[in-house]
């Protein structure tokens, strides 16, 4: 089970990027997908996590209205559209899937992609 995400770089303040997370060994037809990121000193924090069963999405505060994810089920790849984009949304972002119908915190994931540098510049 791996997960290969990318897709970051440097942008500019109110720019977009699109990140990508591609699973192998698994689909992800059965399994909640979430987005996290991570900034030196803070703890990692969820994104934006859909559930594998149902309707339900998980989004923080500091995202909504900005970020979106989107799965394309014949590439086994789930996206995360970011938009209007913020120096505070410099971090490494992750993306992670479970075997469970829908969790929204890293310690209900068990599978993680290696992480990708995303740097806002102001």
């Known amino acids: 089970v791996q997960l290969q995400a990318s897709g970051g770089g440097l942008v500019q303040t109110r720019g977009s990027l699109k990140l990508s997370c591609t699973a192998s060994g698994f689909t992800f037809d059965d399994y909640a997908i979430g987005w996290f990121r991570h900034t030196p000193g803070k703890e990692r924090e969820g994104v934006l996590c859909?559930?594998?069963?149902?309707?339900?999405?998980y989004s923080a505060d500091s995202v909504e209205g900005r970020f979106t994810i989107s799965t394309e089920a014949t590439k086994n790849t789930v996206y995360l559209q970011m938009n209007s984009l913020k120096p505070e949304d410099t971090a490494v972002y992750y993306c992670?899937?479970?075997?469970?119908?829908?969790?929204?915190?890293?310690?209900?994931?068990?599978?993680w992609g290696q992480g990708t540098q995303v740097t806002v510049s102001s």
């Open positions: 859909i559930s594998a069963v149902d309707a339900r999405t």
């Open positions: 992670a899937a479970d075997h469970r119908p829908y969790g929204s915190m890293p310690y209900e994931y068990d599978y």
